[in-house]
């Protein structure tokens, strides 16, 4: 299947260990630092408003991109909806501070956020690219939140991934999948990569459609096991103190 890409703008992809690359890699890594050493000298109750901070930005970036692009006669049905993964976490990540339940969703960001994230940055393709400082700044802004946001809570708001959530997560990963490949036919879409995979050097993507979509699924079950282990050490840790 061939998949509408946008029209106007052409996606713009940012070579691995490329000079752009490694500055890039270098203020994300510092950003995120800059942020987990904050939250070791700030109180619970301050912890909690940089998460509703995080949240605010990612609402409007949600809200401002899509809006933005509309404005500018640029929007399409088949590029521009939240469907990829990372736009779902943004989402889920704009509203998860200011809920009271927020386990589930939760869990979820835990793995979809931190793993995609890293991704994003890892391997960057700004789909629908236009040139503007404003669409490359929001790229990164809103990935690094997407992976931060998760993480600052589960170390600093003593919120935990549930038993079984690697689990969870992938059975709603597939769901999503299966909801969101027929609309891709239907639209002539890609997201979530689905009908064509990503134009980046990304490991995680070995060979053409299906394939890769069954070694993504192996590659995303052992991160999501990987990080749920990860997220038990600290408990260890912490009773072992």
């Known amino acids: 299947m061939t998949f509408l890409a946008n029209q106007t703008f052409p996606n713009y992809i940012i070579d691995f260990m490329s000079s752009e690359w490694i500055l890039n890699n270098i203020i994300v890594v510092a950003v995120v630092v800059l942020f987990l050493i904050i939250g070791r000298k700030l109180s619970t109750q301050n912890n909690t408003r940089v998460t509703y901070l995080m949240g605010v930005i990612l609402f409007?970036?949600?809200?401002?991109?899509?809006?933005?692009?509309?404005?500018?006669?640029?929007?399409?049905?088949?590029t521009d909806l939240p469907f990829h993964l990372c736009g779902i976490s943004g989402l889920i990540c704009s509203f998860l501070p200011f809920i009271k339940r927020k386990q589930f969703l939760f869990d979820f960001v835990f793995y979809s956020g931190i793993i995609g994230g890293i991704m994003s940055v890892l391997t960057p393709q700004m789909n629908g690219y236009d040139?503007?400082?404003?669409?490359?700044?929001?790229?990164?802004?809103?990935?690094?939140?997407?992976?931060?946001?998760?993480?600052?809570?589960?170390?600093?708001?003593?919120?935990?991934?549930?038993?079984y959530s690697s689990l969870k997560s992938f059975l709603i990963l597939n769901i999503l999948m299966i909801i969101i490949m027929p609309l891709n036919f239907y639209l002539g879409s890609n997201y979530m990569y689905l009908a064509e995979p990503p134009q980046v050097d990304n490991p995680l993507v070995i060979g053409v459609w299906p394939y890769y979509l069954l070694w993504f699924e192996v590659f995303i079950l052992g991160l999501m096991a990987a990080f749920y282990g990860l997220s038990t050490l600290k408990l260890n840790v912490k009773h072992s103190n």
């Open 60 to 78: 409007f970036s949600s809200v401002i991109t899509p809006l933005r692009t509309a404005l500018n006669g640029d929007w399409n049905m088949a």
């Open 131 to 163: 040139g503007s400082h404003f669409a490359y700044l929001e790229y990164y802004v809103r990935h690094v939140l997407i992976l931060l946001l998760p993480l600052y809570m589960f170390k600093y708001l003593n919120i935990q991934p549930s038993r």
